[in-house]
């Protein structure tokens, strides 16, 4: 199908497990992000690529690691999980057009135990 | 530093009524965004706005820009339970290119509208 897709889209894990988020999109956009939402924070930015093996922090980057080894896939890695990264967690991608609108994934429900 | 605030943050308003969301963001920006988002679901762009003096229209919501207030409106016409959902504005950071042009987003309004 075309668009933005995540995987898993629910999971449960346990405190000090890894684990991998996963984001794919078909459109061959350049830029990707991914966020979290909590309640009372609204969206907040984890990291964002500009490209293929090109990646930057955003607000809350801490205990994340991303890699992009192709365009259309973004993987987010929880290398320790801790229970504070209990969270919904969205990936996007950004048009190329002068609007510069981004696009939403369906999210991943994560919770950590 | 860009900051988005929204208020109010909870709006329960009656079928057919109006009522006017309001996004202020604290410094230069002159694109923004707003998102609607069902529970559990994903955000759904609605308006993208950008220059001075934007406004659009989808059926019952209209947007507007004034980036010299800093200021977006969201204005909900004739509300229908259809709309409740949260609605999110969002500011683009800094220059359009390079690892600026990321956007930061308010909190949300949680719109209910009852029968």
């Known amino acids: 199908d075309a668009g933005i897709t995540q995987s898993p889209r629910y999971k449960i894990t346990e405190t000090g497990r890894q684990v991998t988020l996963m984001c794919h999109q078909t459109?061959?956009?350049?830029?990707m992000f991914w966020y979290r939402q909590d309640l009372g924070h609204g969206l907040r930015l984890i990291y964002y690529s500009a490209a293929a093996d090109i990646t930057d922090k955003g607000e809350v980057p801490d205990g994340y690691v991303v890699s992009r080894s192709k365009t259309e896939n973004f993987p987010l890695t929880l290398e320790s999980a801790t229970r504070s990264q209990t969270s919904v967690y969205f990936c996007?991608?950004?048009?190329?057009?002068?609007?510069?609108?981004?696009?939403f994934g369906p999210g991943t429900r994560l919770t950590v135990t | 530093e860009l900051k988005v605030e929204q208020n109010p943050l909870f709006l329960s308003m009656q079928e057919g009524k109006n009522y006017t969301i309001y996004c202020n963001y604290s410094t230069t920006s002159d694109r923004l965004y707003w998102y609607r988002q069902d529970p559990g679901k994903s955000l759904e762009s609605l308006f993208v706005?950008?220059?001075?003096?934007a406004v659009k229209q989808e059926g019952r919501l209209m947007a507007s820009l004034d980036t010299k207030a800093r200021l977006s409106t969201l204005h909900i016409t004739a509300a229908v339970h259809d709309l409740s959902a949260t609605y999110f504005c969002a500011a683009l950071k800094g220059d359009y290119g390079g690892s600026q042009g990321n956007l930061i987003f308010g909190k949300g309004t949680k719109l209910s509208v009852k029968p």
């Open positions: 459109w061959s956009h350049s830029y």
């Open positions: 706005l950008l220059s001075n003096g």
């Open positions: 996007a991608s950004r048009g190329p057009g002068q609007g510069y609108e981004q696009y």
